[in-house]
T-cell receptor, first 112, second 113 residues
Framework: GEDVEQSLFLSVREGDSSVINCTYT??????LYWYKQEPGAGLQLLTY?????DMKQDQRLTVLLNKKDKHLSLRIADTQTGDSAIYFC????????????FGKGTTLSVSS | ETGVTQTPRHLVMGMTNKKSLKCEQH?????MYWYKQSAKKPLELMFV???????ENNSVPSRFSPECPNSSHLFLHLHTLQPEDSALYLC????????????FGEGSRLTVL
């Protein structure tokens, strides 16, 4: 079955770069996603990458995809205290319905 | 404001109570989902509805009963729950089942005593 693995916690200082890593199992996923959950809120789509891409950059965010190793990472440059949140990696399920399969989420804590 | 509203935001219930969680969307989306979020566990997909028809029941115990009366509303009826059912229940919608972007509500925090 599908499985998405993430480390649970990451702590960085304001201004540093943050790198959140994820491994997934379903090589047929067309897209891979990063969602962000701020305290007391639901999840919001942060960015996504098409499976035939290696890298996608969007302002302070860089997504790297290594299909061979089934490894996805999210890099946040110049991390700010407002980036403190839980970050979820997600892949599309391979069965009918294409509902997303999420990891446990990585809690990013940014200290000033 | 994501266009997906969940009520109540917080609910405390005893194991013998019957209660319902409500989700309402104003996005015109066709697919609606219930997810369960527990600490240190992956987000668990519970139910999927597409055009008001249930397309997926992810081995959820029968004490959770979903209902989708129309394309704007989704309910989760709760009956004879267990303390381990305490969690944040998230409703989400998408344009269709093949759309990767989910729009989430803020969740209903359920505590079962």
């Amino acid at each position: 079955g599908e499985d998405v693995e993430q480390s649970l916690f990451l702590s960085v200082r304001e201004g540093d770069s943050s790198v959140i890593n994820c491994t997934y199992t379903d090589s047929s996923s067309t897209y891979l996603y990063w969602y962000k959950q701020e305290p007391g809120a639901g999840l919001q789509l942060l960015t996504y990458i098409f499976s035939n891409m290696d890298m996608k950059q969007d302002q302070r965010l860089t997504v790297l995809l290594n299909k061979k190793d089934k490894h996805l990472s999210l890099r946040i440059a110049d991390t700010q205290t407002g980036d403190s949140a839980i970050y979820f990696c997600a892949e599309t399920a391979n069965q009918a319905g294409t509902a997303l399969i999420f990891g446990k989420g990585t809690t990013l804590s940014v200290s000033s | 404001e994501t266009g997906v509203t969940q009520t109540p935001r917080h609910l405390v219930m005893g194991m013998t109570n019957k209660k319902s969680l409500k989700c309402e969307q104003h996005l015109g989306h066709n697919a609606m989902y219930w997810y369960k979020q527990s600490a240190k566990k992956p987000l668990e997909l519970m139910f999927v509805y597409n055009f008001k028809e249930q397309t997926e029941n992810n081995s959820v115990p029968s004490r959770f009963s979903p209902e989708c009366p129309n394309s704007s509303h989704l309910f989760l009826h709760l009956h004879t729950l267990q303390p381990e059912d305490s969690a944040l229940y998230l409703c989400a919608t998408s344009r269709g089942l093949d759309a990767g972007e989910l729009f989430f509500g803020e969740g209903s925090r359920l505590t079962v005593l």
